[in-house]
């Protein structure tokens, strides 16, 4: 079974509208961390926004923020105002338990924003 | 300034030669990581190391040889390299590697070619 899905292989968003990015989970483990990564055309990963599964609140990153709903086991990325600059793949991340940070990656979700 | 660098960024090659990839980080973590990115773009942990120790090592290939000389160090040796090992290679490291708010930040990648 996966572990995480992404279920958007693509999405389009006009400038300055928000868009959401869906990332389900899976895990029997009360203790564990969700990431969300971009990685533009130009390939690097870029780090954006982290939810601990103890965190009372969700995280917010200027204009990222993450909708933690635990007991859907979703953590969904939220993009304010969006730029054309965020056109990239997303990706969810997760980290289980409290051993060693082995991240296990969603398959992705392409943004294409749109003037 | 890199805080996580990688060489070569390209990197093209004949079946069956041995590689290095290197990976150095000067943000002082402890914990270094090496990543598959497929054709699909899906991402995939292969190894990781601790203050230069094996903490993870996933279902690779023997063909391939993490090694790490100190903790800003590791680097990635891949024998007799096969059509299947093309992919971007990326190098991550975390302050700690274990632990809630651990997070990994990713070098800019390496795109093995085999032909």
């Known amino acids: 079974a996966q572990k995480i899905t992404q279920t958007q292989p693509g999405m389009f968003v006009q400038e300055k509208e928000a868009v959401t990015l869906d990332c389900t989970y899976d895990?029997?483990?009360?203790?564990?961390?969700l990431f969300w990564y971009k990685q533009p055309s130009s390939g690097e990963m870029i780090f954006l926004i982290y939810q601990g599964s103890y965190d009372q609140q969700n995280a917010t990153e200027g204009r990222y923020s993450l909708n933690f709903q635990k007991a859907r086991k979703s953590a969904n990325l939220v993009i304010s105002a969006s730029q054309l600059g965020d056109s990239a793949m997303y990706f969810c991340?997760?980290?289980?338990?409290?051993?060693?940070?082995?991240?296990?990656f969603g398959a992705g979700t392409r943004l294409a924003v749109h003037p | 300034d890199t805080a996580v660098s990688q060489t070569p960024k390209y990197l093209v090659t004949q079946m069956g030669n041995d590689k290095s990839i290197k990976c150095e980080q000067n943000?002082?973590?402890?914990?270094m990581y090496w990543y598959k990115q497929d054709s699909k773009k899906f991402l995939k942990i292969m190894f990781s190391y601790n203050n230069k120790e094996l903490i993870i090592n996933e279902t690779v290939p023997n063909r391939f040889s993490p090694k790490s000389p100190d903790k800003a160090h590791l680097n990635l040796h891949i024998n007799s390299l096969e059509l299947g090992d093309s992919a971007v290679y990326f190098c991550a490291s975390s302050p700690y590697g274990r632990g809630g708010t651990d997070t990994q930040y990713f070098g800019p990648g390496t795109r093995l070619t085999v032909l």
């Open positions: 895990t029997s483990d009360p203790s564990y961390g």
């Open positions: 943000l002082g973590h402890d914990t």
């Open positions: 991340a997760m980290r289980e338990g409290g051993g060693y940070n082995k991240l296990i």
